[in-house]
Nanobody
Framework: VQLQASGGGSVQAGGSLRLSCAAS????????MGWFRQAPGKEREFVAA????????YYADSVKGRFTISRDNAKNTVYLQMKSLKPEDTAVYYC?????????????????WGQGTQVTVSS
């Protein structure tokens, strides 16, 4: 499956963005999905995960209450709504397919990484 993340941009602190992750080549409706991010000089960091049905979600403590992951299996797309953005949220955001199970926060449990989308939050 090919994943394409989009929706990134530059916003001021306190602003909002909605990221999309569109899948092609195969349906992702049977797979759990995740969002990760990577800031310059830092390791890739887990952000959020969602089960195949969308009925269960899991967030990193750093984004809990501010970010919401969702999916539309009919559109083969996963979303990440980000609110109350902070400068420390600045990173390239990636989506990926979890390879079995759901809710993992470890990048090595994911595959089919898409190209990321840059999010920049200024103070």
């Amino acid at each position: 499956v090919q994943l394409q993340a989009s929706g990134g941009g530059s916003v001021q602190a306190g602003g909002s963005l909605r990221l999309s992750c569109a899948a092609s080549g195969r349906t992702i409706s049977s797979y759990a999905m995740g969002w990760f991010r990577q800031a310059p000089g830092k390791e890739r960091e887990f952000v959020a995960a969602i089960s195949w049905s969308g009925g269960s979600t899991y967030y990193a403590d750093s984004v809990k209450g501010r970010f919401t992951i969702s999916r539309d299996n009919a559109k083969n797309t996963v979303y990440l709504q980000m609110k109350s953005l902070k400068p420390e949220d600045t990173a390239v955001y990636y989506c990926a397919v979890q390879q079995g199970g759901w809710g993992s926060k470890y990048f090595y449990d994911y595959g089919d990484w898409g190209q990321g989308t840059q999010v920049t939050v200024s103070s």
